[in-house]
């Protein structure tokens, strides 16, 4: 199964490398860290965690109006190769744009190649 796996992730990359190339965006995974503020409790700041080329694809969007305000949601599928301890407490940047991660999928479960489905520019 290892080497069937293996296999799978060296054609996936070479296809993606050879054909896609030009569309691949760099991302920045950022993690929230914590840190001693010298007095008894911390300070959160967000920091890279990983930087990668992805596909970033958009899927659908709703509005509300609520209370006499318009609230909008941007859900996007960005895919990346895998990222060791990934989870769905980061979050993606790019082109200025945070991108909150609400799931994680490894397709074929092979390990060559994730989908996270996002939402743009909505606080966690």
């Known amino acids: 199964m290892a080497v069937l796996r293996s296999t799978f992730s060296s054609l996936a990359d070479a296809f993606i490398s050879d054909t896609f190339a ?17 007095q008894g409790g911390f300070t959160e700041v967000w920091s890279v965690f990983a930087s990668s080329k992805a596909f970033i694809f958009p899927l659908k969007g709703k509005e509300n ?24 407490k980061m979050k993606i940047i790019y082109d200025g744009d945070d991108f ?22 909505v606080a966690q």
């Open 22 to 38: 030009d569309f691949a965006k760099d991302v920045d995974v950022y993690s929230l860290a914590r840190t001693s503020d010298g």
């Open 65 to 88: 109006l609520d209370s006499g305000r318009l609230f909008s949601d941007q859900f996007y599928k960005i895919s990346l190769k895998p990222i060791s301890g990934l989870t769905t």
């Open 100 to 121: 909150n991660i609400r799931s994680i999928v490894d397709i074929a479960e092979a390990d060559a190649w994730v989908n996270l489905i996002t939402e743009k520019g």
